[in-house]
Structure formats: structure tokens, C-alpha cells
């Protein structure tokens, strides 16, 4: 069924258009070939667009071939830079382009993408029956990616159960799987094998940094209040921030230990709510809850600190320890140890 | 007076010594991490793990644990600390315990005893002990058949859920009686063993219907040419729109007058409204839209009355419990420390004719003396005993144990 041109280009992490570009078998080394410039433009303007818009657009102008080989193109160039921001930014803007293209596309694509890729157990539902709903997807798939979304509308307590079966209408159903098409871009970026670039390509790459290294500053003078010193965060932290301010799902674990870090590091209530929400689907009131509740100014009364570093490790939070982490047994000691260290 | 600690262990060591062998593992052992409370010290021993069954049962004839429990986690590596037992995945497990469910009979279950002497005594706990003088109590749980009803119902209403909301077939359901004061559920299902810590605190929101909004479930008022209407879900609605919607038409049903007009948040003059127009609502509940058939009851009153059947067909659970992907549970066939009765695994359909005060009992020879502080009543099998205050009984040795796991009697001589 996702067999066309169209397809793979609209949908290029599919089987068949990973098969087809392989099939092809280009080298990197070709890429700064003259004949292939339009596809490296085109990767550079899909990382541009998910740098500035947050969504890459869906160019069927430039020719279905363009569209779907600069995808790995984009790629290579994301994981070559090797940036958390950017491999996140990138893959959510992939997913949002998706998310927009499924919508609009025939009900049987959708679900042969659910079951063929992700092996979810989905059904088509016959309209006349079941309106206004077009799926029912097991809910042990629509768990694996509904929480992520802060809003009631999501909540499996205000969706049709039965039998197992979540009932679904096209646009969320749309929205389920983007977001699970997020997870496996950002994993095939993670897991892409490093290459060497030629001069040429790396000249390419050194344009984009810039334009990250321009976006993250402005981010960081915007959301980032100036008593704070992030470069003082331990890796747990850098880790989550990083995932807050790229609109990353965080556990409620991962919520807690970094509100209540920043919380103790000095961040002011205000601020720290302002930065949960401009991100995709935060509540606001949710939000201001939760971190007033953390903040001690609500319920018991008791403002938190972070979890220890044996906690974060369980809950699979401790990326790593880094050479000072050996030395202490929480994140607030690294932060503090940390700031003695810069100011020195 | 002889030591009953002493005495309960030893009667403990009987049990595994006879029973030990008749405990099953639970699926994948290996996998999972076994925990066991000392009797001697009251510690909780962690992090054990047993490649065959007989080391299991060996070492529990060794040491005679008061209570016994296995994770519903799989590890890679189940002996080792938390942090590096690295985590496979989970069963699905509930915790029923009338802890957490208010029941009307708090008189007949409150119980204490002294935290320095071997005092004890019915009812609220005084503010001095009048045998050591001490101020430090501890309330005792007593076995009340109100209570443990309640939690049985509770969990027959959990298993709907799981078997017709989230479509478990009714065999991988399992339930066990805890051998104290409610029930666990344990659903050991491939599929949901890699579910996280967020997508099982949605189950747990789902059957305690914690963040629904009624408009979701299409109760609300739309404009109409003729004006504005309320429209709502329907009985066979799947989900919680059509519990909504039963739970609404039972309340009409089965309120009388003075229950309607008890409700907070329903004015006094539309409970009549709604009692005196029942008929009329129940009629357009198979023909047409109940919630738009009565003038003069608005969205709010609807509101208020879906609040109601939310918390009727909730189920109150521990939610810590099920979100704790690391969690401990106890197994069935041991003991329960606090009362001498035993872990029993039901098949979810005999749940509904399940008698824990019967079924459970584990000591079912001999008699004891004891001497009772005080106790409530209370019924082991057919026979019910007391309420007893400071005298010297006889009682078959499952009732006597009770009342010594319990701190509410002594040994004579
Ligand atoms: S060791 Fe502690 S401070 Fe360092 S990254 Fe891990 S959790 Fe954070
Ligand atoms: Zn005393
Ligand atoms: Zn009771």
C-alpha cells in the first residue's frame, strides 16, 4: 500500500523508502558532487526550519527524490553535530510535518504504519457504526505515548475503553503516531553511524552550528534567569533541562527533580512556570500547581529537594556520572561544588 | 506468662514445615526478587533470589519469616542492590486494603495496644496506659467482617474493569486474599510487563476515575434553534460515559426524597423537581435525551449527580501501589504475621463466594488457653468468639493465634 514515491518522501523512516534509498546506495563522499547540491540544500533547510518553526515543511515542489534523500542527509548532519537540543528539536519538527500529512491522508496508510513499523494492534472502524470515532488501538500502545500529553482530553479515564480497545478519531490517532514517529527519528539519530565528512559537507555543518549556537543563545537569554549558572548543573540535570526546553516528554519523576533543583538553586516560581509552558501541551494550571506544590507554598508546606543520586539512578535519571559526580552523592552538592569551581 | 512471640514462631515453623512444600513459585522466580519480614527482629529481609524452588523452600523452613513476598518486577540481576538489579518489567498489581476505603464501622474495629507493656483494649486509646502509665499507643487493625466485605466488593468491582474496560481474559486475572485486611490483584499478562510508571498511573486514574471531565464524556449544553439543551451519554455508552450514565439513572432510581435532597450542591426545590419527574426522566432514558427533559434541571445539577455515580463505581485502591514498578507482594500459601491466617490465590470467579475468615485459616488443629486482654468480636470459620475482656479461654488454636499475632493475648501457663 505505501508504495509510491510520494509516500517514502512524505514518509521517509517507512520500510520501503529506507530499502529504496539504500537501494540507491550513494556515498556520503558523492554528496558534494554538484548533481546532489539540491539535496544537500534541502537537508540544511529541513534542520533550518526545525531550528526556527519547529515544523519542516513538506516540499513536494522540489521533486519527491529531493524530499526523501535529503531526509538521511539531514540525518547524518544532526547526529554528526551530535547536539541533545538540536537532535531533539530536529526529530520533533519531523514529527510534527508527519503528524499534518496523516491527517490528511487515506485512513489505511495510518494503520499501516502503526502496525507494520510499530506493531501496534490497531483496527479501522466501519463509520456508520462508531461515529464519530475511525480507530481502536489497543490501549497498551495508546499508553505508550498518551501520557506525554498534558491535557485531560488524553487522559484514558475521558477516552471510549472497551475490551481493551481505545476508540479514536483520525486527528488523534494522527497525533499518537507522530509522536511515537519523534521517538524512532530521535533513535535512528542516536544510533546512525558516525561518518566522516568531507571539507566541503563540513563547511555545511559549521553553517548549521552557527545557527544553533544563535538559537540556543537566544533561548537561553530568554528563559534563563541570570543567578543561575547552568554551566554548574550536573549531567542529570543538563539531561532534563535539555529535554524541557526542546518539548521533550519528562517522567513525573524527571518533573519533580528538576523543579524542585531549580527551585533550590534560586529559581524564582514565576519563571520556572513560564518555562514549563511556552513547551507543547503543559497545562498552565497543572503546572503552577505542581510547581508551587514543590515549591512548598502549597499543601504540606515543605519545600523539596531533589532526589539523591542513588534515587535518580534507579529511576534511570543519572545519565552517567562525570568525574565530579564520583565525589558526591547529590545533584544540589555537584551544583554547589561546581559553582566553587568556575567562580575560582 | 510464656513469651507468645516465642509460641507464635514455633507454630509458624510447623506450618512451613508441613506446608513449605505446597508454596508454588511464581512464573520466572528466577527473575524475581523474594523478601521476607524476620519474626524475631520484625526486619525485612531484601534482595534474596532462588534458582530452584526447593532453596526457596528450605529457606524459609530455616528461618520461618512472619510474612513472605516476591516482587512483581523481573531483574536481570534480582539479588543485587536496587540500583544495579537492572529492571526487565512488571506484572500489573492492585492493592485492596480497607485502609484506604471508609467504612461506617470504625466502632467495631478500632483496637490499640500499649508500645510498652503488653496492655491492650477496645475502642479509642486512653491517654495514659493504666497498667505502665505510658502515653504511646499503636492502633491494631481487627478483622471486621463489614470491612472485609467492603474490600471483597471493591475488588469484584476492579475485576469488571479489568475484564470488560481493559479486556483481560478473566483467567490472568488473579486475585489474592492478603491473610489480613484486603486484596491484591495481579494481572501477569506479556503485554503490559514494559508498561512505565506514567502509563500505569493512567490505570490507576482510570479505576478510580480521577481527572474526568463530564464534557469529555459528552454531557453539556449545546444551542439549539428551539434554544439551548443539555445532551449526555447513554446507558450503553462503553467506558465511563455509559458508567456515567447508569450510575445517574440508578441514583434516580433508588434516592428517595430525603437522599436527593441531601446532596451537596442540589438546591432543596429541584431534588423535589427530580423526585416527582422520575418517572418522566427513566422513560426518556430508553426513548429519548433524559438529561434535556426536564426544565429547571440544569448542567450543574447533572454535574453534581455524575459526581456522585463517579465515586459509587470508582474503585479505591492503593495507588502507590500499582504505580511502583519496584514493588514487593506478598505469596500465597504463607502467612500473615499480624493474624496467623494464610495468602490465598482465588480464580477470579470464585472471588464472589470466597470466605477469608473460613478459607483462609491455616491453623485448623488443637486448642489453646490464652488469657484476653480484650477483644471485639470476631469469627474464625462457623464459630463466632467474644467480645472477651481479661478472662482465661479455651479457643481453637486458628481463633487464639489471632488474638496473640494480634497483641490482644497472653499465654497462661
Ligand atoms: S551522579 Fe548524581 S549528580 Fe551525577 S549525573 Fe548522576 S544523578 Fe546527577
Ligand atoms: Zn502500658
Ligand atoms: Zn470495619
Redesign the pocket.
Same mark, same amino acid.
Given at each position: 500500500m505505501l508504495v509510491s514515491k510520494e509516500d517514502f518522501a512524505k514518509y521517509p523512516f517507512i520500510i520501503g523508502a529506507v530499502d529504496y534509498v539504500k537501494r540507491l546506495d550513494l556515498k556520503t563522499d558523492e554528496l558534494s558532487q554538484p548533481e546532489f547540491s539540491a539535496i544537500v540544500t534541502r537537508a540544511e533547510a529541513r534542520i533550518e526550519e526545525a531550528l526556527l518553526d519547529g515544523i519542516i515543511k513538506w516540499e513536494s515542489r522540489l521533486g519527491y527524490d529531493i524530499e526523501l534523500l535529503s531526509y538521511p542527509v539531514a540525518i547524518i548532519f544532526v547526529s554528526n553535530i551530535a547536539d541533545n537540543y538540536l537532535k531533539k528539536r530536529y526529530a520533533l519538527a519531523e514529527s510534527k510535518r508527519i503528524q499534518a500529512l496523516l491527517k490528511e491522508d487515506v485512513d489505511e496508510k495510518l494503520t499501516e504504519i502503526a502496525i507494520s513499523i510499530f506493531g501496534w494492534k490497531v483496527k479501522r472502524l466501519p463509520l456508520e457504526i462508531y461515529q464519530p470515532f475511525d480507530f481502536s488501538l489497543s490501549f497498551i500502545d495508546y499508553l505508550r505515548n498518551a501520557p506525554n500529553f498534558h491535557d485531560f482530553r488524553w487522559k484514558l479515564v475521558n477516552k471510549h475503553l472497551i475490551n481493551g480497545e481505545v476508540f479514536l478519531q483520525k486527528d488523534e490517532f494522527s497525533r499518537l503516531i507522530s509522536e511515537e514517529v519523534r521517538k524512532h527519528i530521535e533513535n535512528t539519530i542516536n544510533t546512525s553511524p558516525k561518518v566522516e565528512l568531507n571539507p566541503l559537507l563540513l563547511q555545511r555543518i559549521e553553517h548549521i552550528k552557527q545557527r544553533l549556537n544563535i538559537r540556543k543563545e537566544r533561548i537561553r537569554i530568554k528563559e534563563q534567569p541570570r543567578n543561575i549558572i547552568s554551566a554548574a548543573y550536573?549531567?542529570?540535570?543538563k539531561?532534563l533541562y535539555d529535554y524541557l526546553i526542546s518539548g521533550q516528554h519528562i517522567s513525573h519523576v524527571g518533573r519533580f527533580t528538576l523543579t524542585s533543583f531549580l527551585l533550590n538553586a534560586g529559581m524564582k516560581i514565576e519563571k520556572l512556570i513560564k518555562l514549563y509552558t511556552p513547551i507543547s501541551d503543559f497545562n498552565q494550571r497543572l503546572t503552577r500547581y505542581q510547581v508551587e506544590h514543590i515549591a512548598g507554598v502549597r499543601g504540606s508546606g515543605t519545600k523539596y529537594t531533589p532526589p539523591?543520586?542513588e534515587t535518580?539512578?534507579t529511576h534511570r535519571?543519572? *545519565?552517567?556520572?562525570?568525574e565530579?559526580?564520583?565525589r558526591?552523592?547529590? *545533584?544540589l552538592?555537584?551544583y554547589r561544588r561546581k559553582i566553587r569551581m568556575i567562580k575560582k | 506468662m510464656k513469651n507468645p512471640r516465642k509460641f507464635i514462631i514455633q507454630k509458624f515453623t510447623e506450618y512451613y514445615r508441613d506446608n513449605a512444600n505446597k508454596i508454588p513459585l511464581p512464573t520466572s522466580y528466577k527473575k524475581r526478587e523474594f523478601g521476607f519480614i524476620l519474626s524475631d527482629k520484625g526486619i525485612m529481609l531484601r534482595h534474596k533470589a532462588f534458582s530452584e524452588p526447593r532453596f526457596f523452600r528450605d529457606f524459609i523452613k530455616l528461618i520461618t519469616p512472619s510474612d513472605v513476598y516476591h516482587s512483581a518486577a523481573y531483574y536481570k540481576h534480582p539479588s543485587r542492590e536496587m540500583g544495579k538489579k537492572e529492571w526487565i518489567g512488571a506484572d500489573l498489581i492492585f492493592d485492596i486494603d480497607f485502609d484506604h476505603i471508609s467504612t461506617p464501622c470504625t466502632e467495631e474495629h478500632e483496637y490499640w495496644t500499649c508500645e510498652l507493656c503488653d496492655q491492650a483494649g477496645v475502642g479509642k486509646q486512653p491517654s495514659v496506659c493504666s497498667q505502665c502509665g505510658g502515653s504511646k499507643f499503636k492502633m491494631v487493625a481487627w478483622l471486621c467482617e463489614t470491612c472485609l466485605e467492603t474490600a471483597k466488593s471493591e475488588a469484584l468491582k476492579l475485576i469488571e474493569f479489568l475484564v470488560n474496560d481493559f479486556g483481560f481474559p478473566p483467567q490472568d486475572v488473579e486475585v489474592c486474599f492478603s491473610g489480613h485486611r484486603g486484596y491484591h490483584i495481579h494481572v501477569e499478562r506479556d503485554e503490559i510487563k514494559q508498561l512505565d510508571q506514567d502509563a500505569r498511573k493512567e490505570i490507576v486514574d482510570y479505576v478510580q476515575g480521577t481527572g474526568l471531565k463530564v464534557s469529555l464524556h459528552g454531557l453539556m449544553p449545546v444551542s439549539r434553534k428551539t434554544g439551548q439543551k443539555i445532551i449526555g451519554p447513554d446507558l450503553n455508552d462503553p467506558g465511563w460515559s455509559g458508567k456515567i450514565a447508569r450510575g445517574v439513572y440508578d441514583i434516580i432510581v433508588t434516592y428517595n426524597l430525603q437522599q436527593l435532597k441531601e446532596i451537596n450542591g442540589i438546591n432543596k426545590n429541584i431534588a423535589s423537581l427530580i423526585f416527582l419527574q422520575r418517572e418522566k426522566i427513566l422513560k426518556t432514558w430508553n426513548t429519548g435525551n433524559p438529561w434535556g427533559s426536564i426544565k429547571g434541571i440544569g448542567i450543574k445539577t447533572w454535574e453534581k449527580l455524575v459526581e456522585i455515580s463517579v465515586v459509587n463505581q470508582a474503585v479505591s485502591i492503593d495507588t502507590v501501589v500499582t504505580i511502583d514498578i519496584h514493588r514487593l507482594i506478598r505469596m500465597p500459601l504463607t502467612l500473615h504475621g499480624k493474624t496467623g491466617l494464610k495468602v490465598v490465590s482465588i480464580p477470579s470467579k470464585s472471588l464472589e463466594r470466597f470466605d477469608p475468615l473460613r478459607d483462609a485459616v491455616a491453623f485448623n488443629e488443637g486448642t489453646l488457653k490464652v488469657y484476653i486482654l480484650a477483644a471485639h468480636r470476631f469469627r474464625i470459620g462457623k464459630e463466632i468468639y467474644g467480645p472477651y475482656e481479661r478472662e482465661t479461654v479455651k479457643l481453637p488454636m486458628a481463633a487464639a493465634i489471632y488474638l496473640l499475632c494480634k497483641r490482644a493475648a497472653l499465654l497462661t501457663d
Open positions: 550536573p549531567p542529570c540535570i539531561n539523591s543520586c535518580l539512578k535519571l543519572c *545519565p552517567g556520572p562525570d565530579l559526580c564520583s558526591i552523592k547529590h *545533584p552538592a555537584y | -
